[in-house]
């Protein structure tokens, strides 16, 4: 099966690494000269989240790389913004975690004590994005079919190469704007060898069968990345 696969804000993500590369330390510790006065705010604050009607040919950003001030302050709005996120994401994942172990005990209790049914055991699954992000442009990739049950799953994702190693929050979506998040769970990585893999649980019973999107993203790095994904 051909499937497709993008990653969003590229050009945002080329930017980022480019400043803590190479030039943060420089930058911050005064030895570059900015050009132009200082951005608004608001300007830094659409960077931080990486807005994506801000060009890259925009002088504000080259003022931005280039300023020690501006450069602290969109540290601290980005250091924000993933506080914030983490924020968000962990009561929902231990709100998650709360809603399986509950419905657990009462599937156990409704059985009277036999074994639970199927639908309450956890199906163990590996999706395999390793050299999903080997692939450059808006070119289609090459990648195994990936699915999952309607069941709860504890999903091992092997990351693509030269993934970050962290937290990371996983989704299943709707669609690859982040709406209709059916599931979704947090996992920090563990290395294996070159992999990073992330480990979560994924209650999917309620999904219907049908298209949707896996994504991950990194606590540091608020860009979001799609895998297309069937639930059978
Ligand atoms: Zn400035």
């Known amino acids: 099966m051909r499937l497709s696969w993008r990653r969003s804000s590229r050009a945002e993500d080329h930017f980022e690494s480019w400043i803590t590369q190479q030039h943060q330390r420089r930058v911050l510790a005064g030895e570059t000269t900015p050009s132009g006065p200082c951005p608004d705010k608001g300007f830094l604050r659409d960077l931080a989240r990486k807005s994506k009607s801000i060009a890259l040919s925009d002088p504000r950003i080259d003022h931005t790389a280039n300023c020690r001030e501006c450069m602290s302050k969109l540290l601290e709005l980005r250091e924000q913004n993933r506080s914030h996120r983490l924020r968000m994401a962990f009561p929902a994942a231990i709100t998650a975690c709360a809603l399986i172990a509950v419905s657990v005990v009462v599937a156990w209790h409704v059985m009277g004590r036999k074994a639970p049914p199927a639908n309450t055991s956890v199906v ?63 996992a920090t990585s563990v290395a294996n060898g070159d992999q990073q893999r992330i480990t979560t649980d994924l209650d999917l019973r309620k999904a219907k069968a049908g298209p949707y999107f896996l994504s991950t993203t990194h606590e540091q790095d608020q860009a979001a990345y799609y895998y297309p994904l069937q639930i059978k």
């Open 124 to 186: 163990a699954q590996t999706v395999n994005l390793w050299d999903a992000g080997t692939i450059r442009g808006e070119q289609p990739g090459q990648l195994e079919s990936v699915s999952l049950p309607d069941a709860l799953v504890k999903v091992t994702i092997i990351l693509p190469r030269h993934s970050e190693p962290g937290l990371y929050l996983v989704a299943i979506t709707r669609d690859q704007n982040g709406t209709g998040v059916v599931a979704e769970g947090t």
